[in-house]
């Protein structure tokens, strides 16, 4: 969009705008296989990564669609290297992210879950650790959508009812009192990049800390 205030008529080249729509496709494709696009295509998505073979081919069609676009790039920049230039994004290295982050009260945690494992890669201002998940690879993200996901799409009210229940779960699947003790003392503010399904998760709400308390039934009386 930006880069049509580049051109003097707001024109972009014909064989640039095919390649820059065939760029745009080969996005609109990985959103598909992610699930990002509506309610339908999620529980076509819950539906169909119902095991890990299935989980790690949708992983490897995105990182072809990847490739697709990454030579189409290549394309645009040899016929025009304005449009390619707003395209393209360098990838910032450790020490450039680190100077991001403004003081050591703040930590990033970046999530990436293999077919094994989920890593956490906790970024202080001087420091980077990597907490591991074992075993909470490829079942933690369809765990996910079997009881995050469908849940929500098929019983909205049933959903609401088991929030907390599956939140509880959650924090102890990744081993969320772990991670904060081993590498999270003295924080304040936290950034998160989640990975996959972990990106459908509220994290401000993740229980953290002693066993949350069961909800309270009519009339009845809490210890504070």
Same mark, same amino acid.
């Given at each position: 969009?930006?880069?049509?205030?580049? !051109? +003097?008529?707001?024109?972009?080249?014909?064989? =640039?705008?095919?390649?820059?729509?065939? &760029?745009?496709?080969?996005?609109?494709?990985?959103?598909?296989?992610?699930?990002?696009?509506?309610?339908?295509?999620?529980?076509?998505?819950?539906?169909?990564?119902?095991?890990?073979?299935?989980?790690e081919?949708?992983?490897?069609?995105?990182?072809?669609?990847? +490739?697709?676009?990454?030579?189409?790039?290549? /394309?645009?920049?040899?016929?025009? *290297? =304005?449009?390619?230039? /707003?395209?393209?994004?360098?990838? @910032?290295?450790?020490?450039?992210?680190?100077?991001?982050?403004?003081d050591?009260?703040? +930590?990033?945690?970046? &999530? !990436?879950?293999?077919?094994?494992?989920?890593?956490? &890669? =906790?970024?202080?201002?001087?420091?980077?650790?990597?907490?591991?998940?074992?075993?909470?690879? +490829?079942?933690? /993200?369809?765990?996910?959508?079997?009881?995050?996901?469908k849940? !929500?799409?098929?019983?909205?009210?049933?959903?609401?009812?088991?929030?907390?229940?599956?939140?509880g779960?959650? *924090?102890?699947?990744?081993?969320?009192?772990?991670?904060?003790?081993?590498?999270?003392?003295?924080?304040?503010?936290?950034? &998160?990049?989640?990975?996959?399904?972990?990106?459908?998760? @509220?994290?401000?709400?993740?229980?953290?800390?002693?066993? @949350?308390?069961? @909800?309270?039934?009519?009339?009845?009386?809490?210890?504070?």
């Amino acid at each position: 969009m930006a880069s049509k205030d580049l !051109y +003097a008529k707001g024109e972009i080249p014909p064989e =640039v705008e095919r390649l820059l729509e065939e &760029f745009h496709k080969k996005q609109r494709q990985i959103d598909q296989l992610r699930g990002y696009n509506d309610t339908s295509t999620q529980r076509e998505m819950a539906s169909a990564t119902r095991s890990r073979a299935k989980f790690e081919e949708t992983n490897a069609e995105i990182l072809a669609l990847e +490739a697709d676009k990454q030579e189409i790039w290549q /394309q645009m920049r040899r016929l025009d *290297a =304005v449009l390619a230039g /707003q395209i393209k994004a360098s990838t @910032p290295n450790i020490a450039a992210l680190q100077g991001l982050i403004h003081d050591d009260k703040t +930590a990033l945690l970046s &999530f !990436y879950t293999t077919a094994s494992d989920t890593h956490i &890669f =906790v970024l202080r201002k001087n420091q980077v650790k990597c907490h591991t998940c074992a075993g909470q690879g +490829a079942t933690l /993200q369809l765990w996910i959508i079997d009881n995050w996901l469908k849940p !929500y799409l098929s019983n909205n009210e049933e959903w609401k009812k088991n929030i907390s229940r599956f939140l509880g779960e959650l *924090a102890s699947r990744l081993q969320l009192n772990d991670l904060i003790a081993s590498h999270l003392k003295g924080i304040e503010e936290l950034i &998160f990049v989640p990975h996959l399904y972990l990106h459908l998760i @509220p994290f401000a709400a993740m229980p953290v800390g002693d066993p @949350p308390q069961p @909800p309270l039934k009519k009339g009845g009386k809490r210890n504070i």
